[in-house]
C-alpha cells in the first residue's frame, strides 16, 4: 500500500491545516508594519496594515490626539477579523491589539492567528514616534496606548519580542515562533 504511511498523513495533514496568519502587535512606533512589511516580502505572504481599515472617524479622533475608546474600535476589529477569517494564503497583519479582548476578537474566527508583540520602553518608542513624519497617530497619544496595553501571556498564541533589535533578528525569532508552535501542533 503506497502512499499510507505516516509521511503521507503528514502531508495529508499539512495539506488541510488553515494557512499561517501572524498579527504583528503593539503600540504606535514600536514597528508592526515595518517587521510586518519584511515578513511578508521574505516569505511571500499578504501583508495587511490595520491603520488601512480604520473607519474614518477613528482616523480624525487620532488625528485630533483624541485615542480611542472600545466602541471605536469594535467595527475596526470586527473588520479585520472577517479578513483574518478569510486569509486563504498566509498573512501577516499589523494591528495594535493592545487588550487580550481585542486579540480574542481576532482570533474567534481565525483559530490559527499568531500574535508577535513588538515591547520596547517609552524612551525609545517615543524617539521613533517623534521622528516619524506623515503618520496621522501623534506622539501625544503613546501614554494612552502604553497604558491600554495588556501585554500577551498566552505563549502557545504569541511571543513577545524586544522592538529595539534588528529587524533581520526580529524576523528570524518569529519564524523560529512559528515553527515552535507549528512542531507542538504536529
Request: glycine letters at 8%; proline letters at 7%.
Amino acid at each position: 500500500m503506497t502512499g499510507a504511511g505516516p509521511e503521507a498523513a503528514a502531508r495529508q495533514t499539512a495539506a488541510a491545516a488553515p494557512p499561517p496568519v501572524v498579527v504583528v502587535m503593539g503600540v504606535s512606533g514600536a514597528g508592526k508594519t515595518t517587521l510586518g512589511r519584511m515578513l511578508a516580502a521574505r516569505h511571500a505572504f499578504r501583508f495587511l496594515d490595520g491603520d488601512d481599515f480604520h473607519p474614518a472617524d477613528n482616523v480624525a479622533k487620532m488625528r485630533a490626539g483624541i485615542p480611542l475608546d472600545d466602541s471605536d474600535r469594535a467595527p475596526w476589529l470586527q473588520c479585520l477579523s472577517d479578513i483574518l477569517s478569510q486569509a486563504g494564503e498566509p498573512t501577516v497583519l499589523a494591528c495594535s491589539a493592545l487588550k487580550a479582548c481585542y486579540r480574542e476578537a481576532l482570533a474567534a474566527r481565525c483559530p490559527q492567528a499568531f500574535f508577535v508583540h513588538l515591547a520596547g520602553s517609552r524612551q525609545v518608542i517615543g524617539g521613533r514616534l517623534a521622528a516619524r513624519s506623515g503618520h496621522y497617530m501623534p506622539p501625544s497619544l503613546l501614554a494612552s496606548q502604553m497604558e491600554a496595553l495588556e501585554a500577551p501571556r498566552d505563549t502557545d498564541t504569541s511571543v513577545t519580542l524586544d522592538c529595539g533589535r534588528p529587524l533581520e533578528e526580529l524576523c528570524d525569532a518569529v519564524l523560529l515562533a512559528l515553527a515552535a508552535r507549528r512542531a507542538g501542533a504536529a
